[in-house]
Antibody, heavy 120, light 106 residues
Framework: EVQLVESGGGLVQPGGSLRLSCIAS????????MYWVRQAPGKGLVWVSR????????EYADFVKGRFTISRDNAKNTLYLQMNSLRAEDTALYYC?????????????WGQGTLVTVSS | DIQMTQSPSTVSASVGDRVTFTCRAS??????LAWYQQKPGKAPKLLIY???SLESGVPSRFSGSGSGTEFTLTISSLQPDDFATYYC????????FGQGTKLEIK
């Protein structure tokens, strides 16, 4: 059974940092592109970042460029999102999601999300 | 950036009804479109990819169509479990979601 389990969320002050993790199981993690998608309370879904199978190709949404860093450790079946210079508008539930092995960016499996709250 | 616009924002319908949701892209995305269902407090669930391909395990009452800039998701006969919010997503260039359509019980 495919599972994605996020962790690392919490309450942080503006300007602070958090590192999110997503542990994958039930599939060959190293074969899949992986993504972070967020959802602010009561709002819609927003793509944040993606990483290819070996980490050599990475993309970010404009609103996180220079502040967030996506990475993966295929030996540990884990996806990460390092979040720096956090702003109030980054408050959201952060999901990790599995893409397609070919790189097509639709998401067939999602974690349950980890909540990030940026507030003083 | 490619913008995705869903309409309507809310739909009220009854069990057994046929319901259609619309999603428009600001430029052509060929068939690089997916549809998701999301229930409160839950992660989104993939229903359709490549505009019209049904994800494994999704009931056949769900269907998708369209290409270019105009897409539709149809539920042929609403079931009680279908009341949720539906999102379209383009994955032609990066990824963008529509703002969602909430399906409510009439």
């Amino acid at each position: 059974e495919v599972q994605l389990v996020e962790s690392g969320g919490g309450l942080v002050q503006p300007g602070g940092s958090l590192r999110l993790s997503c542990i994958a199981s039930g599939f060959t993690f190293s074969n899949y592109w992986m993504y972070w998608v967020r959802q602010a309370p009561g709002k819609g879904l927003v793509w944040v970042s993606r990483i290819n199978t070996d980490g050599s190709s990475i993309e970010y949404a404009d609103f996180v460029k220079g502040r967030f860093t996506i990475s993966r450790d295929n030996a540990k079946n884990t996806l990460y999102l390092q979040m720096n210079s956090l702003r109030a508008e980054d408050t959201a539930l952060y999901y990790c999601a599995r893409g397609d092995p070919s790189g097509a960016s639709y998401f067939d499996y999602w974690g349950q999300g980890t909540l990030v709250t940026v507030s003083s | 950036d490619i913008q995705m616009t869903q309409s309507p924002s809310t739909v009220s319908a009854s069990v057994g009804d046929r319901v259609t949701f619309t999603c428009r892209a600001s430029q052509s995305i060929n068939s690089w479109l997916a549809w998701y269902q999301q229930k409160p407090g839950k992660a989104p669930k993939l229903l359709i990819y490549l505009a019209s391909s049904l994800e494994s395990g999704v009931p056949s009452r769900f269907s998708g169509s369209g290409s270019g800039t105009e897409f539709t998701l149809t539920i042929s006969s609403l079931q009680p479990d279908d009341f949720a919010t539906y999102y379209c997503q383009q994955y032609h260039t990066h990824s963008t979601f529509g703002q969602g359509t909430k399906l409510e019980i009439k």
